[in-house]
């Protein structure tokens, strides 16, 4: 079934990033109709922390957040080499003020904490990070899944089925009230 078509998703990018919290995503929201773009610092190659390539669409210069329904955040190292980036901080800070889905895994706290987007919200993620994630003022909770209000979380690969699902069920429930970002980019041109 194709529940998110008319979707349009973002998925982060920098080197270093966790195989599975990119590719498994990118799959299973392109299974269910979204459209997936993915952005980085620049446009070009970045790989994996197995080596693995992929290729971004748009640097984060050329996009705006009115474009997009969702943000996912893959974990890895990757969100450390992200948040150095102001514009990649600044979408995911936007993202989330304008209601719009956030999805972060494993270490990708990193980037929500940059934003300063979790203080007084649930939060999970990878345990290594646990405390930077309090110290931001999140409230911690050890789950394979977290969500509070439009901010979805996440530990580890492992928790990647419960992830996904939880994406595709928030930005199914805002669907009855959904303008898809087709809708809003062509209500913006109008």
């Given amino acids: 079934m194709k529940e998110l ?6 998925i982060l990018v920098e080197n270093l990033f966790e195989d599975l919290e990119l590719l498994y995503p990118k799959l299973r929201m392109k299974e269910a109709g979204a459209e997936i773009v993915l952005i980085g610092p620049e446009v070009g190659e970045y790989k994996s922390k197995h080596g693995y390539p992929v ?3 748009h640097r984060i210069q050329d996009v705006k ?13 990757a969100p450390d080499l992200m948040r ?23 270490h990708a ?7 300063a987007i979790v ?13 930077d994630m309090i110290h ?3 409230r911690y909770e ?6 509070d209000g439009n901010i979805i979380t996440s530990r580890m690969p492992s928790d990647l089925p419960a992830f996904c699902r939880t994406i595709i069920e928030s930005l199914m429930r805002g669907r009855a009230g959904f303008v898809s970002s087709e809708q809003t980019r062509l209500v913006a041109h109008a």
């Fill in 5 to 10: 078509i008319g979707t349009k998703i973002a």
């Fill in 55 to 57: 290729k971004t669409h």
């Fill in 65 to 77: 957040t009115r474009d997009f329904d969702a943000v996912i955040i893959p974990g890895g190292y």
């Fill in 84 to 106: 150095r980036h102001p514009k990649m901080v600044q979408f995911v800070r936007d993202m989330c003020r304008e209601q719009k889905t956030v999805a972060a895994i494993c």
């Fill in 109 to 115: 706290g990193w980037m929500l904490a940059s934003a």
């Fill in 119 to 131: 203080e007084g919200k649930r939060i999970t993620c990878w345990p290594s990070i646990k405390d």
């Fill in 136 to 138: 931001a003022g999140a």
């Fill in 142 to 147: 050890d789950s394979e899944v977290v969500q």
